[in-house]
């Protein structure tokens, strides 16, 4: 019912040690308040007794105050009603209460947060009853009614006091955990996201790279009776195209491992060896650029199309039947438009039908990112992919 909150060390010490010093003070001044005068020596020792244990009760809700705010509001109240008991006058010792309505606030649970605040109104109304009952002798004149309102304002505002100020306390380590969950998530999101991004373009190298390199050993083995020299010619490919992919791979990864920032990203100068190697591998690529880059695009842009480029003549390699591709390539004032055009087979075209793989899903997220649209699937006997990214216009 009352689960101990998690404190450090030092906390336990400073809370035990301002309670030990508290409780010699307590002690002393309620021991000092004793009337032993004209009281017979049985009452002294009542009076005695009750002076200790109202300084224990105290001492004890002040030592527990964060540990266990619960615990300290219960031992506070029975400090309270001893003190009630022996009839004795409030004391200096009755600061211990405010600190413990100040921690039920703060760091009590929903319960005894509700608790504190019902405590903090009962003793506003406790507090003038039991001085103006000690003092009854006779009927309540208009100045003793007005002294009783006088002591509920006062104790009340005091007690509540205490509490709503644990209430902001509270309030403000909330806002503060809150603050710290949504950046927590905001960098889980933007971890997910890079993984996301270099994932995709791990897929965009490596499933590249090894068409070409298939595509290459496919014809270096046949070749390599008939005509030596074209076996060697598609074994420096393979080479080259393999260099340059582990290269890329080893980029992504670093950036995986160490969170760095962002490392050289493909360009459209990038444009004309990624044609080359295409060719290497055996496709008749016919290029078309019309009308051609207005000055320097944004690097966004560039990225876009090269990794769409790369994705689309891949996907052309690798299930055309037909060594002609036709790439075009359109730089207009607010657009840009390209188009990738092979001839497949019934089975290959269904396979790689809009939804189909990995490939066609990132093509698609690499012009969604830049706020354009990228459509892919047959038509008329060829699988087409288009695409339309948005720019601004030159600067």
Request: hydrophobic content about 50%.
């Amino acid at each position: 019912m009352f689960p101990l909150r998690p404190l450090q060390r030092y906390q336990l010490v400073v809370d035990l040690c301002v309670a030990g010093v508290f409780g010699l003070l307590a002690l002393a001044v309620e021991l000092a308040g004793t009337t032993s005068g004209a009281l017979a020596p049985l009452a002294v020792v009542g009076e005695n007794v009750g002076a200790v244990l109202v300084a224990l009760a105290l001492t004890a809700a002040l030592a527990m105050r964060r540990l266990q705010p619960g615990i300290a509001l219960v031992l506070a109240w029975v400090g309270a009603f001893v003190q009630m008991g022996f009839g004795r006058q409030p004391s200096p010792t009755d600061l211990a209460i405010f600190a413990v309505l100040y921690t039920t606030a703060a760091y009590g649970s929903r319960r005894v947060f509700w608790w504190g605040f019902a405590s903090g109104i009962a003793g506003a109304a406790i507090v003038p009853l039991y001085l103006v009952g000690r003092g009854l002798s006779e009927p309540l004149t208009v100045n003793d009614w007005f002294a009783a309102g006088a002591l509920l304002l006062a104790s009340g505002f005091a007690l509540m006091l205490a509490w709503v100020s644990g209430a902001l306390v509270r309030t403000a380590l909330r806002a503060a955990a809150n603050s710290r969950a949504q950046r927590a998530a905001e960098a889980e999101t933007i971890a997910e996201q890079q993984r996301v991004r270099i994932a995709r373009d791990m897929h965009d190298v490596v499933a590249h790279s090894l068409a070409v390199v298939i595509a290459q050993a496919d014809g270096a083995r046949y070749a390599a009776g008939a005509d030596p020299a074209v076996a060697s010619e598609a074994l420096a490919t393979i080479s080259t195209t393999a260099r340059a992919a582990l290269t890329d791979v080893r980029l992504l990864l670093g950036q995986l491992r160490h969170s760095q920032g962002e490392g050289p990203q493909p360009t459209l100068a990038d444009l004309d060896q990624l044609f080359d190697r295409v060719r290497a591998a055996g496709v008749d690529l016919d290029v078309r650029i019309d009308p051609a880059p207005p000055g320097e695009p944004p690097a966004a842009i560039q990225m876009a199309v090269y990794r769409i480029m790369q994705e689309a003549l891949t996907n052309a390699l690798r299930h055309g039947v037909d060594p002609r591709v036709r790439v075009r390539l359109g730089w207009f004032a607010e657009r840009v438009e390209l188009s990738v055009r092979n001839a497949r087979s019934t089975s290959s075209s269904g396979s790689a039908a809009p939804g189909g793989g990995h490939g066609l899903i990132g093509m698609r997220e690499r012009a969604q990112l830049v706020g354009g649209r990228l459509t892919a699937g047959p038509e008329y006997g060829e699988f087409v992919v288009q695409a339309t990214l948005p720019i601004g216009p030159p600067r």
